[in-house]
T-cell receptor, first 116, second 112 residues
Framework: AQKVTQAQTEISVVEKEDVTLDCVYE???????LFWYKQPPSGELVFLIR??????QNEISGRYSWNFQKSTSSFNFTITASQVVDSAVYFC?????????????FGRGTQLTVWP | DVKVTQSSRYLVKRTGEKVFLECVQD?????MFWYRQDPGLGLRLIYF???????EKGDIPEGYSVSREKKERFSLILESASTNQTSMYLC???????????FGAGTRLSVL
């Protein structure tokens, strides 16, 4: 079975704070992909990153960084020096080799609010 | 850039009406998906399609059907809309299995 858990339903921070969004996944497959998407108030989900299960290197892109740890089945997302424009719902998703036709399994999302 | 276009941003329908939600992608993607998004429940997969005229049920197909007559277009049909189908509907497409899914802006449907 494939499952993604985002335990944090809502997070509020003040601008310039760092914030980490947690993602824990479950799969029996050894080959899988993990994704993060951002959904701003406009509604469209925007792809942020994809990692495969064989690449545990952390990734940094500007103020965004991702920490992939297979030992704890986690793929956490950190925003450094948060800005108001980071306010959005963030979804973590999983696709494993056993997923039918490439479907994704999404977590329930974390609503991030960054106050000025 | 990949473009996934959903025909309506907002839609209001009455109970019992037949409702069509249209989705078009311009990147010749093989796979297309329909999700609904409800507060606290995240995205739930309704149906997906991996080729013209092919479809697969997702997790919550009851009350919905789909049509894919052309590669670029994937329609979601509510045969007889009910109030519990009031939701945000999101369409997505991907080039092939396991590839990145690209999403449309969503259709917020209200069934009165």
């Amino acid at each position: 079975a494939q499952k993604v858990t985002q335990a944090q339903t809502e997070i509020s921070v003040v601008e310039k704070e760092d914030v980490t969004l947690d993602c824990v996944y479950e799969t029996r497959d050894t080959t899988y992909y993990l994704f993060w998407y951002k959904q701003p108030p406009s509604g469209e989900l925007v792809f942020l990153i994809r990692r495969n299960s064989f690449d545990e290197q952390n990734e940094i892109s500007g103020r965004y960084s991702w920490n992939f740890q297979k030992s704890t089945s986690s793929f956490n997302f950190t925003i450094t020096a948060s800005q108001v424009v980071d306010s959005a719902v963030y979804f973590c998703a999983l696709r494993s080799r056993g997923s039918t036709l490439g479907r994704l399994y999404f977590g329930r999302g974390t609503q991030l609010t960054v106050w000025p | 850039d990949v473009k996934v276009t959903q025909s309506s941003r907002y839609l209001v329908k009455r109970t019992g009406e037949k409702v069509f939600l249209e989705c078009v992608q311009d990147m010749d993607h093989e796979n297309m998906f329909w999700y609904r998004q409800d507060p606290g429940l995240g995205l739930r997969l309704i149906y997906f399609s991996y080729d013209v005229k092919m479809k697969e049920k997702g997790d919550i197909p009851e009350g919905y059907s789909v049509s894919r007559e052309k590669k670029e277009r994937f329609s979601l049909i509510l045969e007889s809309a009910s109030t519990n189908q009031t939701s945000m509907y999101l369409c997505a497409s991907s080039r092939d299995r396991g590839n990145i899914q690209y999403f449309g802006a969503g259709t917020r449907l209200s069934v009165l």
